[in-house]
C-alpha cells in the first residue's frame, strides 16, 4: 500500500489499485468471510484519502473512528470520509461488500450533486448506519447491480457505474438525515450546512463567527440567529467543537506536543491554546492525552 501523504505522524493511504485493471479512483471488493486489509499499517491509526462504505452482513471486530469505538454489527452500513482517523484493533474477517471511491470519481458526476449529499459531508462526523429490512433488501439489490458491473467491465462502464453510485449515496443521504440530522432543503439548513462545510475547510486558519460571516456575505448577527436556532448551540460552538475534535485526534493518535498542536490549529500561543483545552474538556491537552490512552489500553 503506498503512503500518499502524512500528517507527520498520522499516514494517509489511498485505494490500492484493483489488481486487473489498476483502477486507482473506485474499487468494489466483496468480503466472504475472509480479511480484507492484511496490512499491518492498518492497525495503527491512519487516514484514508477516499470514501469508504461497507455493508456488513456477517463481522464482530471492533475499531475506533477518531476516538469513538465501534464493534461491527451484522445488517448495518458503514461509511467513512477522508479526514477520519482510523484505528483497527485487529484483522478479523467479515461478510459482506465495501466500495471505495474518491474525490476524483465524485467529480465524473456532471451534475456535481453528489459531492454535497449529506452521507459525501457527514457533518455530524457519522460512521454507522442502522438499517431496516426493507433497507437492507434495496441495499443489497443496489450494490449487487455495482458489483456486477464493475466485474464484468462492459462497454460504458464508467456511465453505469456513475448511474447506480448516484441511486446508492442519494438513498444513504437519506437515511443519514433521519439518523443524523433534520431536512437539509430548508433556508435555514442550508445556511447551518453551508456554515459547517466553510468551519470544515478553514478551522485552522479562522476561529472567529465574524470571519465566517464575512465569507458566507452575510452579517455575523444573522449567521449567529440562524445557527442557533437550526442547531440549538451557538455559532462559535461549532468552530470550538471542530478544532477540539482535531486537537484530540492529535492528541490520542500523535506524539505530537501541545505547542505544536496549538500553532498547526491557527493558536499563535500555545499557552491560549492550553487554557482554551481546559476550558472546554475539563482537563489539560497534556492530562486528556494520559485519560485517553489510559482508557483505550
Known sequence: MQIIAADLDIPKYNIEPDPVTGNRIFRVIKADCRIIHMNVDFLRPHRKDYYFFALVRQGNSRHWIDMVPYTLKPDTLYFTVPHQIHLKEEAEPMVGTIIAFTEEFLTLDKSGSLKNMPIIQNPQNGHELSLSEDDIIFLEDIIGKITTEYQLRKNWQGGML?????????????LYNK????????PGRML????????????????????????LNISAGHLSDVVKEQSGRPAIAHIHERLMLEAKRLLFHTEKSSKEIAFELGFEDASYFNRFF????????????????????
Request: glycine share 4%.
Open 179 to 186: 439518523q443524523f440530522v433534520a431536512d437539509d432543503r430548508l
Open 278 to 297: 481546559k476550558r472546554l474538556c475539563g482537563t489539560t491537552p497534556a492530562g486528556y492525552r494520559i485519560q485517553s490512552r489510559e482508557m483505550y489500553h
Open 162 to 174: 456513475m448511474a447506480y453510485m448516484n441511486v446508492l449515496i442519494i438513498y444513504l443521504s437519506r
Open 192 to 215: 447551518l450546512k453551508k456554515y459547517l462545510s466553510k468551519i470544515e475547510d478553514n478551522y485552522t486558519k479562522m476561529h472567529e463567527v465574524i470571519a465566517y460571516a464575512d465569507a
